[in-house]
């Protein structure tokens, strides 16, 4: 099993910064990807950006250029640092860790982009 505990939610105005967390705990060695995804309300969750464990990295058209996906093995962390936001970024972001057998999520954690 993997528990994955998120941090750094919060509301910004346009054009701000945020900075997500996501500490992995449990079956840690078992974890290839770890990965962000997002869901706003009335729509479908979507993927924001992901890492391998060998740092290759993949991201939404939406966010390429915004946002950084990272990754420090050694503390079992993602994060995903977003800059230049935007109201149509306001959504819950949820941390994903996958496993050769199972995808695992987090909470989620609330980000709301307004002025």
């Known amino acids: 099993q993997v528990q994955l505990l998120e941090s750094g939610g919060g509301l910004v105005q346009p054009g701000g910064s945020l900075r997500l967390s996501c500490a992995a705990s449990g079956s840690i060695f078992s974890i290839n990807v770890m990965g962000w995804y997002r869901q706003a309300p009335g729509k479908e969750r979507e993927l924001v950006a992901d890492?391998?464990?060998?740092?290759?990295?993949n991201y939404a058209d939406s966010v390429k250029g915004r946002f950084t996906i990272s990754r420090d093995n050694a503390k079992n962390t993602a994060y995903l640092q977003m800059n230049s936001l935007k109201p149509e970024d306001t959504a819950v972001y949820y941390c994903?860790?996958?496993?050769?057998?199972?995808?695992?999520w987090g909470q989620g954690t609330q980000v709301t982009v307004s002025s």
């Open positions: 994903n860790a996958v496993t050769l057998s199972k995808w695992y």
């Open positions: 890492i391998t464990r060998g740092g290759t990295k």
